[in-house]
């Protein structure tokens, strides 16, 4: 669908920068930490932030905080809350400044907050409906088949140990994908994109 008139004609904030994308700021995600985080409360653990966080020094976990530290020496904090899952162990969350629960904090010039906070967007929000198409079929490519995240790749071959049914079910999935989304110009999508949403 092209875009409605009044979107194309409408006064559109002027920003300062553009909105940052979500997939390309270095971010902590709660899922890698997680087992950082002591159980008790009289316990503390430190980490180094190593080849995984390269702009931070240490990160400090106690029951219900985490503390980072960056190269120039800025402390950065946030809380830890404990979700009720209704199935099981309770479940890490960070707490943003402004309130919000995060899974992901997102660093924008060393500031570590939420997704929201910096105003940030996905990928596919700045894509057209023939580019999600595209990005979905990438992303099944490279997850899924374990091919390279590229239309004009060949599609992998099945590999031994893979099931049949599953494998043509996919691939088809993405020739339906490709054949909707296959347009003349077309412009790759950058490999860090990706690696977000490696599973
Ligand atoms: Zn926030």
Redesign the pocket.
Known sequence: MPMPLQLRYARRPRRAEPRPTVELMPSISVHDIRNAIPRNYNRLNEVEGGCKYPSLRSLRFSFNHMEIEDYSGRIQSFTIKWARTYFGPHRPIFL???G?G?IRLYAKYGSY??R??HNAVYTSQRQSAKGRKRFKACKLRLNKLGGLPSIDEPIASKAKWKHRKRYERLRNQVRALEAVAKTKRSQDIATKVFTYHLP
């Open positions: 943003c400044s402004c919000r995060a907050k939420c929201r906070c």
